[in-house]
């Protein structure tokens, strides 16, 4: 099955029909509760489950996320493929606000997290170490269905792009924005690990669905400062775009 994460202005999926909510008991995955209930429900017709990533009232911030109870709820319940949401701050002249990618790489800049099952504490084989090959971090099955899908129903969108994740919740300096453009990052985001690793080790099939909401700091429209109303003010329009593009992933499969 197919599971959507939700990000930022993306707590809910109101193109979903026939909704069944499945709160998960407590104690609800062996790494604690996920961020929120699991929100099964057909997407042109297609079973789909939805999570919100931040929680449904958006009161969990990126380094809180518990990472390893979502995707662990999520397969626990059946679902092979992940479709992950993410706004981002974008980086160089292609990626203006507004604009749409399915990122091909990563770069891991947060601390702190818990970052893997394999950590030798909870049971079975994940009591072992073991080490994922991670040299391309989405599944490129499903990032080709993405494009493809976009291409479908004519929206522009991004062929790759190196998705930078920082650790949050504050903003990035202007000075830290240089260093990523220097490493060759396209975009800033503050969710996409360890999620797109944990997925990896749950074998689980996993792309990302990005979109710019804003200049990244100190650079073009954000060269003084970011304009934070207006960020969530096109993440909630232009969120309009990525679930047509999602509604037409789950219509076909892949
Ligand atoms: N930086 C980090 N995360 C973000 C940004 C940004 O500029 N915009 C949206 N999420």
């Known amino acids: 099955m197919?599971?959507?994460i939700g990000g930022s202005s993306l707590d809910r999926l109101s193109a979903l029909a026939d909704v069944r909510r499945?709160?998960?008991?407590?104690?609800?995955?062996?790494?604690?509760?996920?961020?929120?209930?699991?929100?099964?429900?057909?997407?042109?017709?297609?079973?789909?489950?939805?999570?919100?990533?931040?929680?449904?009232?958006?009161?969990?911030?990126?380094?809180?996320?518990?990472?390893?109870?979502?995707?662990?709820?999520l397969q626990a319940h059946a679902v092979t493929q992940v479709v992950a949401v993410v706004t981002v701050g974008g980086?160089?002249?292609h990626f203006t606000a507004g604009a749409l990618a399915v990122p091909d790489q990563i770069i891991d800049y947060t601390w702190?997290?818990?970052?893997?099952?394999?950590?030798?504490?909870?049971g079975g084989d994940r009591a072992l170490v073991k080490h994922i090959d991670f040299t391309k971090p989405y599944d490129e099955p499903l990032r080709q269905c993405?494009?493809?899908?976009?291409?479908?129903?004519?929206?522009?969108?991004?062929?790759?792009g190196t998705?930078?994740?920082t650790q949050g919740p504050r903003?990035?300096?202007?000075?830290?924005?240089?260093?990523?453009?220097?490493?060759?990052?396209?975009?800033?985001?503050?969710?996409?690990?360890?999620?797109?690793?944990?997925?990896?080790?749950?074998?689980?099939?996993?792309?990302?669905?990005?979109?710019?909401?804003?200049?990244?700091?100190?650079?073009?429209?954000?060269?003084?400062?970011?304009?934070?109303?207006?960020a969530e003010a096109l993440a909630r329009t232009a969120m309009a775009q990525v679930v047509h593009i999602l509604s037409e992933v789950a219509n076909v499969g892949n």
């Open 2 to 4: 197919l599971a959507i």
């Open 22 to 73: 499945v709160e998960m008991a407590t104690p609800s995955t062996p790494y604690g509760a996920p961020s929120g209930p699991l929100i099964f429900g057909k997407l042109a017709g297609r079973d789909i489950v939805f999570l919100a990533r931040h929680g449904e009232n958006h009161s969990v911030p990126p380094h809180k996320i518990n990472y390893r109870a979502n995707l662990w709820a």
């Open 91 to 93: 980086i160089g002249a």
């Open 112 to 122: 702190g997290r818990a970052a893997t099952f394999f950590d030798g504490e909870v």
């Open 146 to 160: 993405i494009l493809r899908a976009a291409q479908r129903v004519e929206i522009p969108l991004h062929d790759g």
């Open 163 to 165: 998705y930078a994740t």
């Open 171 to 230: 903003l990035e300096t202007a000075a830290e924005i240089q260093r990523l453009a220097r490493d060759g990052a396209h975009m800033v985001g503050m969710t996409g690990m360890p999620e797109a690793a944990l997925a990896r080790e749950l074998n689980l099939q996993y792309a990302a669905l990005a979109l710019v909401v804003n200049a990244a700091a100190g650079t073009g429209t954000s060269a003084q400062a970011i304009d934070l109303p207006a």
